[in-house]
């Protein structure tokens, strides 16, 4: 079995930084593309940040300029760093990442349990 597993969310104001993190654990081959997504209340969830093993990066365009998305590859860990962070940041964000579990196995889709970030003054 894989586990992601967030943490850093939390309650910040207008304008304040977070920094997310999400580890990954158990039956580990390799991890292709790991993302970050967020669902705010009565919307979609949608992809925030994407990189992949080798350090390529994309983000949506609300959040270019303030967020940062990195990995450790040898920690198996996925980070978002978010500054001037606004109201509509608001959202339940959601670790996302492609493992293959063997050499022999295809890559497969696995999510964490999300970790709750509030901008508000």
């Known amino acids: 079995q894989v586990q992601l597993v967030e943490s850093g969310g939390g309650l910040v104001q207008p304008g304040g930084s977070l920094r997310l993190s999400c580890a990954a654990s158990?039956?580990?081959?390799?991890?292709?593309?790991m993302d970050w997504y967020r669902q705010a209340p009565g919307k979609q969830r949608e992809l925030v940040a994407a990189?992949?093993?080798?350090?390529?990066?994309n983000y949506v365009d609300s959040v270019k300029g303030r967020f940062t998305i990195s990995r450790d590859n040898a920690k198996k860990m996925v980070f978002l760093q978010m500054n001037s962070l606004k109201p509509e940041d608001t959202a339940v964000y959601y670790c996302?990442?492609?493992?293959?579990?063997?050499?022999?196995?295809?890559?497969?889709?696995?999510w964490g349990q999300g970790t709750q970030v509030t901008v508000s003054s």
């Open positions: 996302n990442a492609e493992v293959r579990r063997s050499i022999h196995s295809g890559p497969a889709s696995y």
């Open positions: 990189i992949t093993s080798g350090g390529v990066t």
């Open positions: 158990g039956s580990i081959f390799s991890i292709n593309t």
